[in-house]
């Protein structure tokens, strides 16, 4: 069985800072880690390999020090890392990124399963899964919350929807993108990290791809969209009034009235 686990790295979002005057995140003012929910995808990769004997490979696309979230995936039992990594690969969309992962996935060999998270911190778009999914022409289930069976044929799986939980068995080749809730990562031990350490990522250039998709699809040139700007929302502040006076529940009562709270 084997299974590629997509992983990117992103911006420590509770301390990146942005630069409003050029409308940019500024990834420089905060560290970089691997996105939260990917190592969720991660873990129920290792979990999968440790049942099932399954093969894991780890892909991100970024530039070259996002070597290090393929490190942190090997350290966390993938077999293998695979950075695609290009100046023909900048500012790509959702939409180009999933053209380079997809073509990435296919020169990668057969799979069967695809694991992702359910977005990204920096992007919070969900968008990248589903549209590999498609680029491949397989299967794919979002907001999966739960993994309650896998076999070498076959895996079982709660997915979340806007009307509640549904179970759903499928068979493979099948993507899916798991949500906080389909585990708890474990730590890697250092054991672990220090093997990783020694491992080597294959790098990929976007020419690497050439047979596998169009190079004009990639990166700024192959998205339909782009980013015009940035803004950070004011912090919105609590306004409080203070009722004093006898008749104090009754100027209440009129201004949760006012506000329609006491409707019904």
Same mark, same amino acid.
């Given at each position: 069985?084997?299974?590629?686990?997509?992983?990117?790295?992103?911006?420590?979002?509770?301390?990146?800072?942005?630069?409003?005057?050029?409308?940019?995140?500024?990834?420089?003012?905060?560290?970089?880690?691997?996105?939260?929910?990917?190592?969720?995808?991660?873990?129920?990769?290792?979990?999968?390999?440790?049942?099932?004997?399954?093969?894991?490979?780890?892909?991100?696309?970024?530039?070259?020090?996002?070597?290090?979230?393929?490190?942190?995936?090997?350290?966390?039992?993938?077999?293998?890392?695979?950075?695609?990594?290009?100046?023909?690969?900048?500012?790509?969309?959702?939409?180009?990124?999933?053209?380079?992962?997809?073509?990435?996935?296919?020169?990668?060999?057969?799979?069967?399963?695809?694991?992702?998270?359910?977005?990204?911190?920096?992007?919070?778009?969900?968008?990248?899964? /589903?549209?590999?999914?498609? #680029?491949? !022409?397989?299967?794919?289930?979002?907001?999966? *919350?739960?993994?309650?069976? &896998? %076999?070498?044929?076959?895996?079982?799986?709660?997915?979340?929807?806007?009307?509640?939980?549904?179970?759903?068995?499928?068979?493979?080749?099948?993507?899916?993108?798991?949500?906080?809730?389909?585990?708890?990562?474990?730590?890697?031990?250092?054991?672990?990290?220090?093997?990783?350490?020694?491992?080597?990522?294959?790098?990929?250039?976007?020419?690497?791809?050439?047979?596998?998709?169009?190079?004009?699809?990639?990166?700024?040139?192959?998205?339909?969209?782009?980013?015009?700007?940035?803004?950070? /929302?004011?912090?919105?502040? #609590?306004? !409080?009034?203070?009722?004093?006076?006898?008749? *104090?529940?009754?100027?209440? &009562? %009129?201004?949760?009235?006012?506000?329609?709270?006491?409707?019904?």
């Amino acid at each position: 069985m084997h299974i590629i686990v997509l992983v990117k790295q992103v911006p420590d979002i509770e301390k990146v800072q942005f630069l409003k005057d050029k409308g940019w995140v500024d990834r420089a003012s905060a560290d970089s880690e691997i996105n939260p929910f990917d190592l969720n995808a991660v873990e129920a990769a290792q979990q999968m390999k440790e049942t099932l004997g399954a093969t894991v490979t780890a892909i991100s696309m970024g530039p070259a020090p996002a070597e290090a979230v393929l490190k942190e995936a090997i350290a966390r039992n993938a077999d293998r890392g695979i950075l695609l990594t290009d100046e023909k690969f900048a500012g790509a969309d959702t939409l180009a990124t999933s053209c380079a992962l997809a073509a990435a996935i296919r020169k990668a060999g057969d799979f069967d399963l695809l694991l992702c998270g359910e977005k990204t911190v920096d992007g919070d778009t969900s968008q990248v899964g /589903p549209s590999v999914a498609e #680029r491949l !022409g397989i299967p794919h289930l979002s907001f999966v *919350s739960e993994i309650s069976a &896998v %076999a070498e044929d076959r895996i079982t799986m709660v997915v979340e929807t806007a009307s509640g939980s549904v179970i759903v068995e499928s068979g493979y080749p099948l993507l899916i993108t798991g949500t906080k809730d389909l585990n708890t990562p474990r730590l890697p031990t250092l054991k672990d990290k220090l093997r990783a350490r020694k491992a080597e990522v294959e790098k990929w250039s976007a020419a690497d791809l050439a047979d596998m998709a169009d190079l004009s699809k990639f990166g700024q040139e192959g998205s339909a969209t782009w980013v015009d700007s940035i803004s950070v /929302p004011p912090e919105k502040k #609590r306004k !409080g009034e203070v009722l004093k006076g006898e008749d *104090s529940a009754g100027k209440l &009562v %009129a201004a949760l009235d006012k506000d329609g709270l006491l409707k019904g």
